[in-house]
């Protein structure tokens, strides 16, 4: 049961404009989430969090939007440069205290320059 | 830094070897994972370490085991290796609350 869903397995945006990665999820209890952003034969880094109480949080060029009635998060980069070219994924732990992180499928960003 | 360092980047093993993924952390972080990332399927939990010599199987345990004989080292065997465990392996370790500090990955490729 994919619990943390990224329905866009690729996603391309010209450099300069703006890069939106989706992520659904099903489980209401998930009160936290996380993003990380992998490059190809590097382990994943962490990128951005958002805590359940709040419904944006920004980091410079990346802002994560939560919808809790949706249960639905997006990160939003702009301006989208060059090196953002990676796989996106979200991710949830499992539960309160709970260290084990629900990952979904990815989102490969591609920046066309 | 926490550096989280998996032994090899590339590894090449036959049908049937017992295969040993080596990982190592130097922040003295208490828990430890084992993911493999497959396209189309993310990053699944194979294994999760809370403390030395105590695991919990994740979502994929079959046909892998581990060991974690000191806090810093957790390691993932494949007691014998088989072609659908050829994958992205990584191993991550954490403090409590503070999000994961994932290794470079080791890919395996099982003949």
């Known amino acids: 049961d994919q619990q943390v869903k990224q329905n866009s397995p690729s996603l391309s945006v010209q450099e300069g404009r703006i890069s939106i990665l989706n992520c659904d999820y099903t489980n209401s209890m998930f009160d936290y989430f996380l993003w990380y952003k992998k490059y190809p034969a590097e382990g994943p880094t962490f990128l951005i969090s958002i805590s359940s109480i709040k419904d944006k949080n920004e980091d410079g060029r990346f802002t994560v939007f939560l919808n809790k009635s949706a249960k639905h998060l997006s990160l939003h980069i702009v301006p989208s440069q060059p090196g953002d070219s990676a796989v996106y994924f979200c991710?949830?732990?499992?539960?309160?205290?709970?260290?084990?992180?629900?990952f979904g499928t990815g989102t490969r960003l591609t920046i066309i320059p | 830094d926490v550096k989280v360092t998996q032994s090899s980047r590339y590894l090449v093993k036959r049908t049937g070897e017992k295969v040993f993924l080596e990982c190592v952390q130097d922040?003295?972080?208490?828990?430890m994972f084992w993911y493999r990332q497959d396209p189309g399927l993310g990053l699944r939990l194979i294994y999760f370490s809370y403390d030395v010599k105590m695991k919990e199987k994740g979502d994929i345990p079959e046909g892998y085991s581990v060991s974690r004989e000191k806090k810093e080292r957790f390691s993932l065997i494949l007691e014998s290796a088989s072609t659908n465990q050829t994958s992205m392996y990584l191993c991550?370790?954490?403090?409590?609350?503070?999000?994961?500090?994932f290794g470079s990955g080791t890919r395996l490729t099982v003949v």
């Open positions: 922040m003295d972080h208490e828990n």
């Open positions: 991550a370790s954490s403090l409590a609350g503070r999000g994961y500090t």
């Open positions: 991710a949830a732990p499992r539960g309160f205290g709970n260290e084990k992180l629900t």
